[in-house]
């Protein structure tokens, strides 16, 4: 059953002449309708943000963590509900569905803590001739206000992680939902609301691309937080001014299992890391490098694992692989499968669709060129191929645009420390699927993957400047 929603824009709640029907991927039912913000509702927004930065950068830090603080517990109260809400807009399986709001949850706890320590620090000064008799600190403050761009694979916890750590820094923010799964979002500004949010701080705009844009060219605001693909997060970055941005973009995780790994935790990891959220995750395994002496075993044990993940409805509690977000998102990724296999490619298992569903599919004999590996196929597709030297693993992996999160399978400390060293990500996960993220980290990537990191703690530094007071103690 459809409900009907407004949206929260500059304090109030309102409607627009034009509405957006967002659609269940599963079955194509309408689960919501919700308003496209107009210009003129853009404008207001802006407007209050700006304005409502005069009260947040003075709220306290106790005022910033209660705050944070009380929308965690609110969003534990109404933990089904949202997770339902994901099920039914995004086609995301309960069961990830309510992790992902456990981890909203704890996305600001965790920022209600940071909110108490944004601080700063004693320079010491003396340390040459001409800075004896000075004193100097630093504190930093808030920047002001703030974009959030969401995508629609995490719509909640991505959500959460650009408005906690803007309410513990002491910004305001405007908040584009993701267009395909806005809903998740309108419920977290109503349970912030209920927490304390300074309601003019904080406004949500379902819109499109031809009203959002001219916000990220507008210099009132200070930052821009995007989470999306590469293609869009780069042209955004290209028009927006001398603010400051935070990309966290695509990748095509690389996972390497060297011939000393525990093999069956190495293909039960890869097959959760590849098919969960049938594969529309930045950090999704996509390549797997096996060594040659367990390679025709790993691919067995990929095949009946992938093969024992029941396809189907996301609210259904037995599902393990749901929809893609759309349709027309299966058919690129079959399309791709299809293209690989003309080019030599042999389909393992999977190669299957209905409607939104794909079948998780393991593809061996790829090449690097091939879309299903040098580019995001973001679907429920992984791709295996063996290797005989280490090292050389590695800089497969490397050979790639992306550079977001990989994993490496191995007991060999030596390894361990090359790959640290060597691998051209932002994150290397050992002896565990590159899928893996606690909230707290230092998340992003390099090359096309992104620029900064997110995570409370790393995303309020983006929100704060660094402001020096030197004391001249000597007059």
Same mark, same amino acid.
């Given at each position: ?13 309102? =409607?627009?002449?034009?509405? /957006? =029907? ?6 194509? &039912? ?20 700006? &304005? ?21 517990? #609110? ?103 993701? &267009? ?20 003019? *701080? ?101 095949? =009946?694992?992938?093969?024992? +993940? ?8 037995? *599902?393990?692989?749901?929809?893609? $977000? ?14 690989? =296999?003309? #080019?030599?490619? !042999? ?56 550079? +977001? ?31 893996? !993220? ?23 530094? /983006? ?6 007071? $030197? ?5």
């Amino acid at each position: 059953m459809s409900a009907d929603y407004k949206l929260p824009v500059a304090g109030e709640m309102v =409607e627009s002449g034009d509405v /957006d =029907e967002v659609v269940n991927p599963y079955n194509g &039912q309408v689960v919501g309708r919700v308003p496209l913000a107009t210009p003129e509702q853009r404008e207001a927004a802006v407007a209050a943000a700006v &304005q409502a930065f005069e009260e947040t950068r003075t709220l306290s830090r106790v005022e910033r963590a209660g705050i944070c603080h009380a929308i965690g517990i #609110g969003i534990g109260k109404r933990r089904r509900e949202l997770a339902e809400t994901m099920a039914l807009e995004c086609g995301k399986p309960i069961k990830p569905a309510e992790i992902e709001v456990d981890r909203a949850g704890a996305t600001f706890a965790m920022a209600a803590e940071e909110a108490k320590r944004v601080g700063g620090e004693i320079v010491p000064v003396d340390v040459v001739p001409w800075g004896e008799g000075y004193t100097a600190q630093y504190h930093r403050f808030p920047i002001g206000p703030v974009l959030g761009i969401v995508p629609f694979n995490f719509p909640l916890n991505l959500a959460a992680h650009k408005l906690a750590p803007s309410i513990a820094a002491g910004c305001s923010m405007v908040m584009k939902p993701p &267009q395909q799964a806005p809903i998740a979002v309108l419920k977290l500004a109503e349970i912030a609301y209920e927490a304390g949010v300074p309601p003019k *701080s904080f406004s949500v705009l379902h819109s499109t691309v031809e009203v959002a844009e001219p916000m990220v060219r507008d210099d009132r605001f200070k930052l821009l937080s995007f989470t999306g693909s590469a293609p869009v997060g780069w042209h955004l970055k290209s028009i927006a001014g001398k603010k400051r941005v935070v990309l966290e973009l695509g990748g095509n995780a690389g996972a390497i299992v060297h011939s000393d790994a525990d093999l069956d935790w190495a293909t039960t990891r890869v097959a959760a890391g590849g098919y969960g959220y049938a594969g529309q995750s930045c950090i999704s395994v996509q390549r797997v490098l096996i060594h040659r002496t367990l390679f025709d075993e790993f691919c067995a044990g990929l095949i =009946e694992r992938s093969e024992a +993940l029941k396809v189907g409805d996301p609210l259904d509690e037995a *599902s393990d692989v749901g929809p893609l $977000i759309e349709e027309g998102h299966a058919e690129r990724v079959m399309s791709w499968i299809a293209e690989a =296999e003309a #080019g030599g490619a !042999r389909v393992l298992t999977g190669n299957r669709r209905d409607g939104a569903l794909v079948w998780p599919t393991v593809l061996a004999d790829t090449a690097f060129d091939m879309k299903v590996e040098c580019e995001e196929i973001f679907g429920p597709v992984v791709t295996v191929r063996p290797y005989d030297d280490f090292k050389a693993a590695v800089q497969i992996v490397n050979d790639s645009v992306y550079g +977001l999160q990989s994993g490496i399978f191995t007991h060999d400390i030596r390894l361990i420390d090359y790959a640290y060293a060597n691998l051209e990500v932002g994150g290397v996960v050992v002896n565990d699927m590159p899928t893996f !993220r606690i909230d707290n980290m230092p998340y992003g990537g390099v090359k096309s993957s992104g620029l900064g990191r997110e995570g409370p703690r790393s995303s309020i530094e /983006d929100m704060t400047e660094v402001k020096m007071l $030197i004391v001249n103690r000597r007059h």
